[in-house]
């Protein structure tokens, strides 16, 4: 076994993202989904046994997650590019041992990754150690009040400031599980975080949703899958109302599907440039927010079909304006966007206003980087309106630290001759080789 490089080999810089001269013609396959790998990561911390990850996705996102559960006591290696997971030693003797022994607090770095700042302040408060926890600048103004709360409800001695990182979980703390009430309708790694580390807690837990509808409602159905495959008994008696039986999950051996919400950008270019593209093994079912980009396409007048090797997209000749609720599929949001924008006529993006919480507040980004191609965009609260052009000016496109602002603008580029992609390496927060993929695209057909 051979530990796991910790760096990725991301594009750097800014980045003269290639036109298309004509439709693009081009199979891609995209590597395993982030939100599964760091999903099953969890678990896999938390196993009665070992785990062995494969088709993981290397990124910046899911390198923090594995140095984060390293940090809690994970043994975490890679053995011909499969993930051999050891969990944490959760009993009594090791958070006593601990207790007495430590000296120093474990720190642990967030980067921007909102599952690294969710998911891992449970975990962290059932090891029985001192935990800080902290992160990138723009993580730093990140709502975690929720979970702070939530924690503290359950038993857990948090420190922190306004409810934004840094965050101190202290020693003394347990997690008990029992009954929780919580507002989610700011997002739902609220709930999947709560509900990946419920099984250990001695009571299980019953969670409730009090507030607003979750967003991004597909993204709780991957964490229920998820806790299924590992054994885990969790049930949902009424909507937003979870239970989750006490007991360790099992050992996992799985395979990561493709990154659905990574390949929505590779599809997108089939839409942009009026070509035909194949996301190589798109999986017939899965809980994937991504997967709603079928039906996305198909509503800015695309064909779509989907088979045993793949998802199969052919663009338009002249794209249809849309009117879509992206409240599920809030992630897919810029892409979407940078379609709206080629399109003849006016669209309206609604349920959207929980991504003014995410890597950058998305909405003001958007709005503020079409404008300056040309493109006329109203901002609403929850929802932005654009009215697409042909006459496209070239520009710096920034990207705000967002890896999907990036996506957006290498859509964009294919019909903007000389558009300029500023820091395009923050894309590998989630797909470290996007830039290379994309390019690889663009000469398949030459």
């Given at each position: 076994m051979t530990d796991i490089p910790t760096e990725t080999l991301p594009a750097a810089g800014d980045w003269q993202a290639p036109a298309a001269a004509s439709g693009i013609t081009a199979t891609v396959s995209v590597p395993g989904s982030k939100s599964l790998t760091n999903r099953y990561l969890i678990l896999a911390a938390l196993a009665q046994s070992d785990s062995d990850l494969k088709g993981w996705l290397r990124s910046r996102d899911t390198l923090l997650m594995i140095e984060a559960l390293r940090g809690l006591g994970a043994v975490i290696e890679e053995d011909a590019d499969v993930l051999h997971i050891e969990p944490i030693d959760l009993s009594e003797a090791a958070s006593s041992a601990h207790r007495a022994n430590s000296t120093e607090p474990i720190s642990i770095?967030?980067?921007?990754a909102g599952t690294v700042m969710r998911f891992v302040p449970p975990v962290a408060a059932l090891t029985g150690r001192e935990v800080v926890l902290d992160?990138?600048?723009?993580?730093?103004?990140r709502p975690m009040t929720v979970t702070v709360d939530s924690l503290s409800s359950l038993g857990a001695e948090i420190t922190s400031t306004d409810g934004l990182l840094p965050l101190t979980i202290h020693a003394s703390s347990q997690l008990r599980g029992g009954h929780l009430e919580i507002d989610a309708s700011a997002s739902s790694q609220f709930v999947s975080g709560l509900l990946l580390t419920a099984p250990v807690m001695p009571l299980g837990l019953e969670l409730v949703n009090t507030g607003g509808p979750v967003p991004s409602r597909t993204h709780v159905d991957m964490t229920i899958e998820v806790l299924q495959v590992a054994g885990v008994d969790i049930s949902e008696p009424e909507p937003e109302r979870w239970i989750v039986e006490p007991g360790l999950p099992r050992g996992l051996?799985?395979?990561?599907?493709?990154?659905?919400?990574?390949?929505?950008?590779?599809?997108?270019?089939?839409?942009?440039?009026?070509g035909s593209v194949t996301i190589a093994d798109w999986p017939v079912h899965t809980t994937q927010a991504g997967d709603g980009?079928?039906?996305?396409?198909?509503?800015?007048?695309?064909?779509?079909?989907?088979?045993?090797?793949?998802?199969?997209?052919?663009g338009p000749s002249t794209l249809d304006a849309v009117d879509l609720d992206l409240s599920a599929v809030g992630e897919l949001t810029p892409v979407v966007s940078a379609l709206a924008a080629l399109a003849e006529g006016t669209s309206h993006l609604r349920g959207i206003g929980h991504l003014r919480g995410h890597e950058t507040d998305r909405?003001?980004?958007?709005?503020?980087?079409?404008?300056?191609?040309?493109?006329?965009?109203?901002?609403h609260p929850d929802a932005l309106t654009i009215t697409g052009t042909a006459d496209l000016r070239p520009a710096l496109w920034h990207t705000y630290h967002d890896h999907r602002m990036v996506m957006a603008g290498a859509i964009l580029a294919l019909r903007n001759r000389g558009l300029i992609i500023e820091n395009a390496g923050t894309v590998a927060k989630t797909l470290p080789e996007f830039t290379r993929l994309w390019e690889a695209m663009l000469s398949a057909g030459d």
């Amino acid at each position: 076994m051979t530990d796991i490089p910790t760096e990725t080999l991301p594009a750097a810089g800014d980045w003269q993202a290639p036109a298309a001269a004509s439709g693009i013609t081009a199979t891609v396959s995209v590597p395993g989904s982030k939100s599964l790998t760091n999903r099953y990561l969890i678990l896999a911390a938390l196993a009665q046994s070992d785990s062995d990850l494969k088709g993981w996705l290397r990124s910046r996102d899911t390198l923090l997650m594995i140095e984060a559960l390293r940090g809690l006591g994970a043994v975490i290696e890679e053995d011909a590019d499969v993930l051999h997971i050891e969990p944490i030693d959760l009993s009594e003797a090791a958070s006593s041992a601990h207790r007495a022994n430590s000296t120093e607090p474990i720190s642990i770095d967030c980067g921007l990754a909102g599952t690294v700042m969710r998911f891992v302040p449970p975990v962290a408060a059932l090891t029985g150690r001192e935990v800080v926890l902290d992160g990138d600048e723009q993580a730093r103004v990140r709502p975690m009040t929720v979970t702070v709360d939530s924690l503290s409800s359950l038993g857990a001695e948090i420190t922190s400031t306004d409810g934004l990182l840094p965050l101190t979980i202290h020693a003394s703390s347990q997690l008990r599980g029992g009954h929780l009430e919580i507002d989610a309708s700011a997002s739902s790694q609220f709930v999947s975080g709560l509900l990946l580390t419920a099984p250990v807690m001695p009571l299980g837990l019953e969670l409730v949703n009090t507030g607003g509808p979750v967003p991004s409602r597909t993204h709780v159905d991957m964490t229920i899958e998820v806790l299924q495959v590992a054994g885990v008994d969790i049930s949902e008696p009424e909507p937003e109302r979870w239970i989750v039986e006490p007991g360790l999950p099992r050992g996992l051996d799985v395979t990561v599907e493709p990154d659905l919400s990574n390949a929505a950008a590779f599809a997108a270019a089939a839409l942009a440039s009026s070509g035909s593209v194949t996301i190589a093994d798109w999986p017939v079912h899965t809980t994937q927010a991504g997967d709603g980009f079928r039906d996305i396409a198909e509503a800015f007048g695309a064909e779509t079909a989907l088979d045993r090797k793949g998802l199969h997209v052919r663009g338009p000749s002249t794209l249809d304006a849309v009117d879509l609720d992206l409240s599920a599929v809030g992630e897919l949001t810029p892409v979407v966007s940078a379609l709206a924008a080629l399109a003849e006529g006016t669209s309206h993006l609604r349920g959207i206003g929980h991504l003014r919480g995410h890597e950058t507040d998305r909405l003001a980004a958007l709005t503020k980087e079409l404008g300056d191609i040309g493109v006329d965009v109203v901002e609403h609260p929850d929802a932005l309106t654009i009215t697409g052009t042909a006459d496209l000016r070239p520009a710096l496109w920034h990207t705000y630290h967002d890896h999907r602002m990036v996506m957006a603008g290498a859509i964009l580029a294919l019909r903007n001759r000389g558009l300029i992609i500023e820091n395009a390496g923050t894309v590998a927060k989630t797909l470290p080789e996007f830039t290379r993929l994309w390019e690889a695209m663009l000469s398949a057909g030459d």
